[in-house]
Antibody, heavy 120, light 106 residues
Framework: EVQLLESGGGLVQPGGSLRLSCAASGFTFSNCAMNWVRQAPGEGLEWVSGVGGNGADTSYADSVKGRFTISRDNSKNTVSLQMNSLRAEDTAVYFC?????????????WGQGVLVTVSS | DIQMTQSPSTLSASVGDRVTITCRASQSINSWLAWYQQKPGKAPKLLIYKASSLESGVPSRFSGSGSGTEFTLTISSLQPDDFATYYCQQYNNYNTFGPGTKVDIK
């Protein structure tokens, strides 16, 4: 059974940093691209960032480019999102999402999400 | 960037109704489109991928069609468990979600 368990959310002041982690199990982790998708309170879904199976290929939404960094550790089956220079508009539930296979495919499994609140 | 739109934004329907949601892309995405269902407080769930392929375990009352820039999600006979918000997503060029369609009880 595929499981994706996010951690690291919480309350942070504007301009601060936070690191989200996602522990994956139930599939061959290194074969699959991984992503972060967020959802602001009462709003729709926004893709944030993705990383290929080898960790070398990364991509970001324009809204977070230069502030967020995605990485993965295939030896530990984890993917992380380092979030710097946080803004109020980054407040959202962040979902860890598995991609079916490599980059360029649909998202087949989602974690339950972790809440990030940026506020003073 | 590819923009996605959905219509309607809200749909009121009754159990047993046939429901159709439309998703449009700002440029051709071939068939690289997925549909997700989300219930309040829960993670989205994959329903359809590659425009018309039904994800394993998803009831056959859900179907998808379209290619290029126009796509539809159809629920052939709405069930109580289907009241939720539905999102389309293009994955032809990075990833973009539509704004969502809320299906509520009439």
């Amino acid at each position: 059974e595929v499981q994706l368990l996010e951690s690291g959310g919480g309350l942070v002041q504007p301009g601060g940093s936070l690191r989200l982690s996602c522990a994956a199990s139930g599939f061959t982790f290194s074969n699959c691209a991984m992503n972060w998708v967020r959802q602001a309170p009462g709003e729709g879904l926004e893709w944030v960032s993705g990383v290929g199976g080898n960790g070398a290929d990364t991509s970001y939404a324009d809204s977070v480019k230069g502030r967020f960094t995605i990485s993965r550790d295939n030896s530990k089956n984890t993917v992380s999102l380092q979030m710097n220079s946080l803004r109020a508009e980054d407040t959202a539930v962040y979902f860890c999402v598995k991609q079916w296979g490599a980059n360029g495919f649909h998202f087949d499994y989602w974690g339950q999400g972790v809440l990030v609140t940026v506020s003073s | 960037d590819i923009q996605m739109t959905q219509s309607p934004s809200t749909l009121s329907a009754s159990v047993g109704d046939r429901v159709t949601i439309t998703c449009r892309a700002s440029q051709s995405i071939n068939s690289w489109l997925a549909w997700y269902q989300q219930k309040p407080g829960k993670a989205p769930k994959l329903l359809i991928y590659k425009a018309s392929s039904l994800e394993s375990g998803v009831p056959s009352r859900f179907s998808g069609s379209g290619s290029g820039t126009e796509f539809t999600l159809t629920i052939s006979s709405l069930q109580p468990d289907d009241f939720a918000t539905y999102y389309c997503q293009q994955y032809n060029n990075y990833n973009t979600f539509g704004p969502g369609t809320k299906v509520d009880i009439k």
